[in-house]
């Protein structure tokens, strides 16, 4: 039951933005939008080693046009006292012009929580990427809005990448 559910929920952004270019391998300046997240609890009840979070952002360029879907999938490695939890992710940028790959480790204060997220910006290490994107390497940074308010809501996506070759 669990695997059709993350196929559907993977699936569902896939056709982010078919009537729109993609965009060019190279500096963008872009803000992401929550569409859904979800906590899968592994064992006890409680964050525990292999619980990960799941989640899909709509990504929309300084226009506001939807250009792409952002994919992660965070696992918690463990929790640690007075750290938080320590967690990998896992992101894929689903442009209409192919795929760029990013990777982190960092902590959460609490990766159970559904509501809201790290206490600043994160940031994520290109690791290669498809079609446009292919050997795709350089930083994507994510940062909570400058409100304050580290909600999932409308965080910028900052990206500094080159497709060599």
Known sequence: MLIGAMVSFMASGNAAAQDIDGPACTDLALFQKLEELIYVDHGPE??????????????????D??????????????????RGDAVTASGTIVFPNGDVVASIT????????????????????????????????????????????????????????????
């Open 65 to 82: 046009n939807r250009i792409g879907v952002f994919h992660v999938i965070t696992t918690v490695l463990q929790s640690v006292e007075g």
């Open 106 to 165: 960092t902590d959460l204060p609490d990766a159970s929580d559904t509501e809201r997220s790290t206490l600043g910006p994160v940031d994520w290490a290109i690791v290669g990427g498809t079609g446009d994107f292919a050997s795709a390497t350089g930083t994507l940074i994510t940062s909570p809005p400058e409100d304050g308010d580290y909600n999932l809501q409308d965080w910028t996506l900052d990206i500094t990448m080159s497709c060599p070759g």
């Open 46 to 63: 409680g964050v525990h080693p292999g619980d990960r979070r799941i989640l899909r952002w709509a990504v929309h360029d300084a226009e």
